[in-house]
């Protein structure tokens, strides 16, 4: 027992003195990018390496928080997890339906969708027959499913 306390005091110097090496080197990394970047691109002046550190630790505050990484996150996703699977397949085919309805599928992707849907819509069954074999021609997997948009419709 007293052999494994000695040896995490032993170890937890070198544990210090590596994170505070990490932190040295990426506090240079930051300050050497924005140095050989910022002033060239956006006339901004260069910094210091105390005005680096306190960049990313600011950052750090901002984007992580105070909490870490796997607090608040792995918790809300072990939630959903359970919560996903308690469901029904009716329910879960109204829960994709609804955060479809609330953020959609792209625009693209939608507008050829509905571009795709309409022109379905005007055709007869034996433009359908058609269109099918010709955009099939063309070929790979899942060719049938997603012909070319129309001219001027951005790729």
Not at 4 to 20: C, E, G, V
């Amino acid at each position: 027992m007293r052999r494994r306390w000695l040896r995490a005091l032993w170890i937890a110097p070198i544990a210090m003195m590596a994170m505070a090496g990490i932190f040295l080197l990426v506090c240079l990394l930051l300050m050497s990018l924005w140095n050989s970047l910022l002033p060239d691109l956006f006339g901004w002046k260069p910094i210091t390496f105390w005005q680096a550190a306190g960049l990313l630790i600011l950052s750090r505050i901002l984007f992580v928080g105070f909490r870490g990484r796997s607090g608040w996150r792995g918790h809300w996703r072990h939630r959903m997890q359970e919560r996903w699977e308690r469901m029904t397949p009716e329910e879960r085919e109204k829960f994709r339906a609804g955060m479809r309805a609330r953020c959609g599928t792209g625009f693209r992707t939608a507008y050829r969708h509905r571009w795709m849907r309409e022109r379905w819509e005007e055709m007869t069954p034996e433009e359908r027959e058609s269109f099918l074999a010709e955009v099939g021609a063309r070929g790979g997997p899942g060719a049938a499913e997603t012909p070319p948009p129309p001219a001027g419709v951005p790729t």
